[in-house]
C-alpha cells in the first residue's frame, strides 16, 4: 500500500512545494493541513488539487480534537510539520501569534501523534515501525555567527534572537523531548533562507522583485552586509522529503544551498536580472535606468543577527542530498517565474498586504 503523508502548513511557501513534489514526482497520498492564514494559498497547489492522491483538511494545528480526528481518518504513514508562522518582522510586531502556533500548535499535533503511535504499536507493529514525525525548522535558532568563517553546524548550541526564532527554538526542544521520554520517531532538520516560485511577498527576494516592477523604492535593511545561505524551496522539498523516509530518528539535518550572499548582493543580482529580462525602459511608469537606481537603505532591524550559515556536510554524507540549483539558477528560475505568474501574486497583493514594513519598533 502507498504511503501516506501527512503535511501540516502545505499551503504555505516551503509547504506547497513539498505538497506539490509529493504529488507530481510521487505515487504517495498526501494530506494537507492548514489554517490558511494570510500566508497559506491553495493557489500555490493548482497544479495538484485535482490529483485523486491529495486531500485538504483546513484546520489549526492548536485543534487537538481536530488533530486526532485527521490521525483517526487518515492513518498517516509520516508527518511533515511545516505549519508555522515564520516572518521575523511580524513576530517582532505581534509574538503572541508565534508562541500560539509554533509552540503550543507544535505541542498538540505532537499529543496528536503521541496517541495515535500508540495505537499503531497495538494495532500494527509493521506500520508503528516506519511511523516518522519530521519537524521543519530554521538556522535561525542558532543565533548569529561571528566568525567569518564559521559555520552552522547540528551541534551548535541555540542562541535565538526574536521572537520567531526564539518560538522555533522552542518548539525543536518539545519535538526532541518527545522523542527522548515518549519515544515518538522523530526528526529535526533545521534549513537556511528559502526563495523560489509562491513565495509571499513580505520576504526579501519577492518584495524586491514586486517593488521593482512597480517602480517602488527597494529598501535595504541597515548597510546591507547581512549575510544569509540562500536554499531554492524546491532543492529544500526534495531533501525533506528524503529525511523524512530515509533518516535516522532522533537525528536532526541542517540543509543549507552552499550561497552565502550579502542581502544587498541579493538584491543587485535581483536588479541585474529584471534589467535583462524586463528591462525598465519598457515601462514609461518606471523613471529610471536600471533597477538598482531604486535601492534605499532604511534603519536596521531590531536585533538583526549580521550572518547565517549552514554546515550541510552531515545530509551530504549521510543521505547523499546536494542542491540541484545553484544561487545563479535558482535566482534566474525565480523572477522568470514572478514575471510569468503576475496572477498569483497580484492576488496576494490585492489581499490584506500591500508591501509596507512590518517589525520596525
Not at 92 to 101: A, K, V, W
Not at 269 to 293: F, G, H, M, W
Request: hydrophobic content about 35%; glycine content about 8%.
Amino acid at each position: 500500500m502507498s504511503k501516506t503523508f501527512l503535511v501540516t502548513g502545505g499551503a504555505g511557501f516551503i509547504g506547497s512545494a513539498v505538497v506539490r513534489e509529493l504529488i507530481l514526482n510521487t505515487e504517495y497520498r498526501v494530506v494537507n493541513v492548514d489554517k490558511l492564514t494570510y500566508a497559506g494559498n491553495t493557489q500555490s497547489l493548482a497544479t495538484v488539487s485535482d490529483s485523486e492522491r491529495y486531500f485538504f483538511v483546513h484546520q489549526d494545528i492548536c485543534n487537538r480534537e481536530a488533530m486526532e480526528k485527521v490521525f483517526d481518518d487518515f492513518q498517516p504513514d509520516i508527518v511533515m510539520h511545516l505549519a508555522a508562522e515564520s516572518h521575523v518582522d511580524r513576530s517582532i510586531d505581534g509574538p503572541g501569534e508565534f508562541i500560539q502556533t509554533n509552540v503550543v500548535g507544535t505541542y498538540t499535533l505532537l499529543e496528536a501523534a503521541r496517541k495515535y503511535f500508540q495505537q499503531l504499536k497495538a494495532q500494527s507493529a509493521e506500520k508503528a515501525l516506519g511511523f516518522r514525525f519530521h519537524h521543519i525548522s530554521t538556522d535561525e535558532v542558532y543565533g548569529d555567527l561571528h566568525g567569518a568563517d564559521d559555520l552552522f553546524t547540528e551541534m551548535t548550541p541555540y542562541a535565538p534572537s526574536s521572537p520567531y526564532s526564539a518560538s522555533k527554538a522552542s518548539s525543536d526542544h518539545l519535538v526532541r523531548a518527545w522523542q527522548r521520554t515518549y519515544g515518538l520517531p522523530t526528526l529535526v532538520t533545521n534549513c537556511s533562507n528559502n526563495y523560489g516560485p509562491y513565495h509571499f511577498p513580505e520576504k526579501l527576494i519577492p518584495l524586491m522583485i514586486l517593488n521593482a516592477l512597480a517602480g517602488k523604492a527597494l529598501p535595504v535593511y541597515g548597510d546591507g552586509k547581512q549575510v544569509r545561505d540562500w536554499l531554492y524551496v524546491e532543492d529544500h522539498a526534495r531533501a525533506l522529503i528524503q529525511v523524512a523516509q530515509e533518516g535516522l530518528v532522533g537525528e536532526t539535518y541542517n540543509i543549507g544551498g552552499h550561497n552565502e550572499k550579502q542581502n544587498i548582493d541579493v538584491v543587485y543580482t535581483l536588479c541585474d536580472l529584471l534589467d535583462e529580462l524586463r528591462p525598465p525602459q519598457n515601462n514609461k511608469e518606471i523613471a529610471v535606468n536600471s533597477y538598482r537606481e531604486l535601492i534605499t537603505f532604511v534603519s536596521d532591524r531590531p536585533g538583526h543577527d549580521l550572518r547565517y550559515a549552514i554546515d550541510a556536510s552531515k545530509i551530504e554524507q549521510d543521505l547523499g542530498w546536494v542542491p540541484q540549483e545553484t544561487f545563479e539558477t535558482g535566482m534566474r528560475k525565480t523572477v522568470e517565474w514572478y514575471l510569468s505568474n503576475q496572477d498569483w501574486w497580484q492576488s496576494v497583493l490585492d489581499g490584506s498586504y500591500q508591501g509596507e514594513r512590518l517589525g520596525s519598533l
